[in-house]
């Protein structure tokens, strides 16, 4: 085999060599994400109670789910929890800024606002629940210092929804504070130094200087905090079950 052949054989491998290493998990990733979707929307398009034959019904179900109030009411929900949930990004670049000092205790400090984030969901819900107790709950102790009748909150269908999304809120902005500590870690010290021979401080250090070099780490921050604000399950099935009277069910929880 002559040198050129050699060559071109040697190309094609290179060329094709990220197929290779790809393929394994596209075939994963096809079988169980893929495939499920395509099942689902076929399946959305029947009758069918899982078990017996299946009716076609066309866009049937896709009529009747518009037209429910709890569907309704499910949406406006994630659209809330969306909106707020955007607060953790914020508030933990904000955590993370101040962590980020050299000051005394500060390793402690970090701990405790590490600690949320190993928390399980479901217990996070449990420890909310019992925060939000308008008997026994801290939250109504707080109320009762200041002369206040507490409030339920997980039991008044205006409240619930917003009670859940801050415990929600609480292990999310300990990950965000996480992922800008990493970032402000390699944060290029020598660019920082400039800034502050050409007279940047304060605000104008942090715009033009630190939150370009953050910026890796804020869209990591705000894919996971959309991704888990659509995903929100385990604290409303642990906290009120999607009630009082569906008012705090998200789109995802719905039967």
């Known amino acids: 085999m002559d040198k050129k052949t050699v060559n071109k054989i040697l190309k094609l491998q290179q060329k094709f060599a990220p197929a290779y290493f790809l393929a394994p998990a596209l075939i994963l990733f096809a079988t169980f994400v893929l495939w499920p979707i395509v099942q689902s929307i076929f399946i959305s398009f029947h009758q069918w109670d899982g078990f017996g034959p299946m009716n076609f019904v066309g866009l049937k179900n896709y009529r009747t789910m518009v037209v429910d109030p709890r569907f309704l009411k499910s949406i406006l929900n994630n659209v809330y929890w969306l909106v707020f949930m955007m607060l953790a990004p914020l508030i933990g670049l904000t955590l993370a800024l101040f962590l980020n000092q050299e000051m005394k205790g500060m390793r402690v400090l970090k701990s405790l606002f590490f600690f949320p984030f190993v928390i399980n969901l479901v217990v996070v819900g449990l420890v909310f629940s019992w925060f939000y107790n308008p008997e026994l ?3 109504a102790e707080i109320f009762k210092i200041f002369g206040l009748k507490p409030i339920p909150i997980l039991a008044d269908e205006n409240l619930a929804t917003f009670g859940i999304i801050a415990a929600g809120l609480w292990p999310q902005i300990a990950y965000c504070m996480i992922l800008y500590l990493t970032g402000l870690a390699g944060v290029n010290v020598q660019m920082v130094e400039a800034g502050k021979i050409d007279g940047a401080h304060g605000f104008l250090m942090l715009r033009h200087i630190i939150l370009p070099q953050l910026k890796p780490a804020t869209i990591v921050a705000l894919t996971v905090t959309v991704i888990g ?7 409303i099935a642990t906290m009120t079950a999607g009630g009082p009277w569906g008012s ?6 719905m039967e």
Do not use: A, I, N
């Open 248 to 253: 705090s069910t998200v789109y995802l929880y």
């Open 137 to 139: 709950g801290l939250l």
């Open 229 to 235: 604000s659509l995903r929100s399950f385990d604290l």
